[in-house]
């Protein structure tokens, strides 16, 4: 399986600020990888997807970028509220079936 | 949207004894659900994909025999851990893919249990 890799450290940002998440994987590209955001205590819900051979995706404030060269995902918050305090979860499909497999995810905390 | 239902949302047990955790697809139909665990601070852990009308498939390293899946329905899976003990203390949640969807299309999860073995 991958390793994947999402700043344990929880990002701490100004309201109305930009902020900006890494998501890293190790081994084969997938053929996409999606984002999700948790709040505490419940499941997650998602966000975007990015296939392998897009660039860019963008939602409202939510940008993802895709970069299968770096094996790296960035995800993107745009003028940020405190009300996008949450966990972001990167997760990649694994197998033909759909089956993903989530990074830890990294807290945001957005102060007014 | 997509609604998936979990119960109970939290469950205390002794020791021993068995818990079952159900999840639902409230307003579409689900072939395939899939059943995780997650310790604070770390990721979600996939433990088996409940496919509705046949067997469980478990990841490695998780017990067939005590962590019971029954995907009985095409909106009803459930997950029944037997003889609990305190290391299987977690916070389990489902999640569910539209059956008009696609293998790619996003997961819908419930809100998760909050399970707690004394």
């Keep these: 399986s991958q390793k994947i890799e999402q700043n344990s450290e ?34 997650p819900v998602f966000l975007l997807l990015i296939r392998e051979n897009e660039k860019e995706k963008r939602k409202e404030r939510l940008k993802v970028t895709f970069d299968t060269t770096l094996k790296q995902s960035l995800f993107h918050i745009t003028a940020s509220q405190p009300a996008d305090s949450a966990t972001y979860l990167c997760a990649l499909k694994t197998d033909s079936w759909g089956k993903l497999q989530f990074g830890a995810g990294t807290q945001v905390v957005v102060t007014p | 949207g997509a609604v998936v239902s979990q119960h109970p949302s939290r469950v205390i047990c002794k020791s021993g004894t068995s818990v079952k955790i159900e999840c639902r697809s409230l307003d579409f ?23 509705e009308g046949s067997k469980a498939t478990y990841e490695q390293g998780v017990e067939k025999d005590k962590f019971l899946i029954n995907h009985a329905s095409l909106t009803l899976s459930t997950l029944t851990v037997t003889s609990a003990h305190p290391e299987d203390s977690s916070f389990y949640i489902c ?24």
């Design chain 1, 10 to 43: 929880a990002l701490n940002i100004q309201e109305g600020k930009t902020a900006t998440l890494t998501c890293n994987y190790t081994n084969y590209s997938p053929a996409y990888l999606q984002w999700y955001r948790q709040d505490p205590g419940r499941g």
């Design chain 2, 29 to 51: 139909q689900a072939t395939t659900m899939f059943w995780y665990r997650q310790f604070p601070k770390q990721s979600l852990m996939l433990m088996a994909t409940s496919n």
């Design chain 2, 95 to 118: 999640s569910a893919r539209d059956r008009a969807g696609s293998a790619d299309s996003p997961l819908h999860f419930g809100n998760g249990t909050r399970l707690t073995v004394t």
